[in-house]
């Protein structure tokens, strides 16, 4: 993108994770002007952008979900596959840990989220083996309670069976669906006349936020279609420039498996 933008442009970088903006820093050192990094989550864009002396884009990308740095170190508590604490922050300075979760919620509320961010239909059961089993500590105990909560010819056959779980967990701790929901409203508001908006997502929660955000600013109305005459003075300011969401050829998820279940949207603002 540095490339891509030269001469004149400036980009700005935005991220929760301390690590990734001083990965940022050391990978991007050699470009002149450097990059604007910013520790920050995209929800407060326009914020951010303006106090780092940017007052518009011409661009704006948000790439949801995990990296594979966060993915693949244990410590950070993300991945079931190997024992970690049970942390799952993206920002490692924010206050709730997952281990806040699942051992204070009750066990009511903590099927709900499994329920719903997880989408997961043995959520229920999972929540009562995770409430008689705490406290929990590591991943490890939370896959463990996971793998003894759904019986053995009900796990999934492509995925891990904690894998819902804990992409809820992960969810509801950092808080992705609002972030997400700000950063959409964030972004069309600070682009420029024809700059264009991407979001890049990892599951179906995330597309869906993404596809009904850019729908509902591409019409002049939003009122519930049984109300005859239109009082919410919308008015369109997106226009949809991928009809269907932009997903990986073979051959990139042969090179990368985790871009498996990527989907990318595109919007122009008006």
Same mark, same amino acid.
């Given at each position: 993108?540095?490339?891509? !933008?030269?001469?004149g442009g400036r980009l700005v970088g ?22 604007? +990094? ?16 940017? #007052? ?60 719903? +961010? ?23 105990d939370l896959a463990e309670a996971v793998?003894?909560?759904?019986? /053995? ?30 950063? +959409?409203? #964030? #972004? ?11 979001? !890049? ?63 990318? /949207? ?5």
């Amino acid at each position: 993108m540095l490339e891509r !933008i030269r001469p004149g442009g400036r980009l700005v970088g935005i991220d929760r994770d301390p690590a990734a903006i001083a990965a940022a820093k050391i990978a991007l050192a050699g470009f002149d002007p450097p990059p604007i +990094l910013v520790h920050g989550n995209f929800a407060d864009l326009d914020r951010l952008a303006r106090e780092a002396g940017i #007052a518009a884009a011409d661009g704006v990308l948000l790439d949801l979900g995990l990296s594979s740095h966060q993915l693949d170190d244990p410590e950070r508590g993300f991945s079931f596959r190997s024992a970690g604490p049970l942390d799952m922050r993206m920002d490692t300075t924010a206050p709730v840990t997952a281990a806040d979760l699942v051992n204070k919620l009750d066990q009511r509320r903590l099927a709900q989220l499994i329920s719903r +961010l997880g989408e997961e239909r043995w959520a229920a059961r999972i929540a009562q083996f995770i409430v008689r089993r705490r406290p929990l500590r590591t991943t490890r105990d939370l896959a463990e309670a996971v793998e003894a909560a759904i019986p /053995r010819g009900a796990w999934p056959k492509d995925i891990h069976p904690a894998t819902r779980t804990f992409q809820a967990i992960r969810m509801e701790v950092n808080d992705e669906l609002g972030s997400l929901e700000q950063g +959409l409203k #964030a #972004a069309t508001s600070f682009l420029t006349p024809g700059g264009r908006m991407a979001a !890049i997502s990892f599951h179906s929660l995330e597309d869906r936020l993404v596809k009904v955000h850019i729908a509902a600013e591409s019409k002049d109305c939003v009122c519930p279609p049984q109300q005859p005459v239109c009082t919410c003075a919308h008015r369109a300011h997106l226009r949809a420039v991928t009809r269907r969401p932009v997903t990986p050829s073979p051959e990139e998820v042969a090179g990368n498996p985790r871009a498996r279940s990527a989907k990318l /949207r595109v919007a122009e603002k008006i």
